[in-house]
């Protein structure tokens, strides 16, 4: 049972534009969430979290939203830029069982120039 | 720092043969964790440590694989005998884990991973 779900494989999007990133999960106890990038032939790299007493972090060009009621988060990269054709994993936790993540199966993004 | 640092990158054997990867963990990190990323099941957990003592190892697929942390600063996964639905790329991660239980932020810091081609 894929307890974090990203159900959208893959993802084109035009330079300059915005780029959505769905994730869903169903366990209620999951209280941390994160976004890892990954290049090919590089491991993944920690990208940005969100704690479950918040619904929405910023960085710079990327902010992820949480819905704790729908169990779903979402990552907004705007402007999107070709160096952030990657794939984009969504992981959860839960805090107080350590340190743990259940990662989602990925979507592949393509920022076309 | 040199991050997370695995080896072999790639190793391609045959059915039958032992395998063994190996990790090196941030200095200072006493978190260590062994993914494994395969088309069909993602990044799946294998096992994980703290301060050197597996904590859980529920992912570990079967009685052919096995980890060992002798010290903070290295550990390997082992396969014995290896089949062909080992192939996958393998990956070690690090944390720091403080004592009250809480975490860097939950960050992992992943090495560039160890493909495996089991023929």
């Known amino acids: 049972d894929q307890q974090v779900k990203q159900n959208s494989p893959s993802l084109s999007v035009q330079e300059g534009r915005i780029s959505i990133l769905n994730c869903d999960y169903t366990n209620s106890m999951f209280d941390y969430f994160l976004w890892y990038k990954k290049y090919p032939a590089e491991g993944p790299t920690f990208l940005i979290s969100?704690?479950?007493?918040?619904d929405k972090n910023e960085d710079g060009r990327f902010t992820v939203f949480l819905n704790k009621s729908a169990k779903h988060l979402s990552l907004h990269i705007v402007p999107s830029q070709p160096g952030d054709s990657a794939v984009y994993f969504c992981?959860?936790?839960?805090?107080?069982?350590?340190?743990?993540?259940?990662f989602g199966g990925g979507t592949r993004v393509l920022v076309k120039p | 720092d040199a991050g997370v640092i695995q080896s072999p990158r790639h190793e391609v054997t045959e059915m039958g043969q032992e395998v063994t990867l190996r990790c090196k963990p941030i200095s200072g990190h006493n978190s260590l964790f062994w993914y494994r990323q395969t088309m069909m099941r993602g990044l799946e957990l294998l096992i994980y440590f703290n301060n050197n003592v597996p904590i859980d190892d529920s992912g570990m697929p079967e009685d052919r694989f096995s980890a060992k942390m002798p010290n903070a600063s290295f550990s390997t996964l082992k396969i014995q005998p290896s089949e062909p639905r080992d192939s996958a790329v393998y990956f070690c991660?690090?944390?720091?884990?403080?004592?009250?239980?809480?975490?860097?932020?939950?960050?992992?810091?992943f090495g560039a991973g160890s493909r495996l081609t089991v023929l």
């Open positions: 991660a690090s944390s720091f884990k403080d004592r009250h239980g809480e975490v860097g932020a939950n960050v992992l810091t």
């Open positions: 969100i704690s479950s007493i918040k």
């Open positions: 992981a959860a936790s839960v805090k107080a069982a350590g340190n743990k993540l259940t």
